[in-house]
């Protein structure tokens, strides 16, 4: 069973950077595509970003293409994501989930995805 753990969240000013970190337990990471969701109090979780499990293609929500960007290593079994020009309503818990099915990077859908992180708060003040 793949692992996966979140890291890289705090608060920051809305107009400023973080970057999570997505970091798997084993080597079978390689052949998973992983995607980004995030959820705030009350609210379904929230498609981000996906990425397949080569890299070479990536996939956004509309309200973070531009702003997000979204990698991965399969070498250091990591998933990155770049969070610029932050706004106030990106506040949420992040989590990172992890799936083995041909397309996944591009589902929106939480029920597509096998394996889930516990997430990282992130908060951005006004």
């Known amino acids: 069973q793949v692992q996966l753990v979140e890291s890289g969240g705090g608060l920051v000013q809305a107009g400023g950077s973080l970057r999570l970190s997505c970091a798997a337990s084993e080597g079978t990471f390689s052949s998973f595509d992983i995607g980004w969701f995030r959820q705030t109090p009350g609210k379904e979780r929230e498609f981000v970003t996906g990425i397949n499990w080569s890299g070479g293609k990536t996939y956004y929500a509309r309200s973070v293409k531009g702003r997000f960007t979204i990698s991965r290593d399969n070498a250091k079994n990591t998933v990155w994501l770049q969070m610029n020009t932050l706004k106030p309503e990106d506040t949420a818990i992040y989590y990172c989930?992890?799936?083995?099915?041909?397309?996944?990077?591009?589902?929106?859908?939480?029920?597509?995805?096998?394996?889930w992180g516990r997430g990282t708060q992130v908060t951005v003040s006004s």
């Open positions: 989930a992890g799936c083995s099915k041909i397309g996944c990077y591009y589902s929106t859908s939480p029920s597509r995805y096998d394996y």
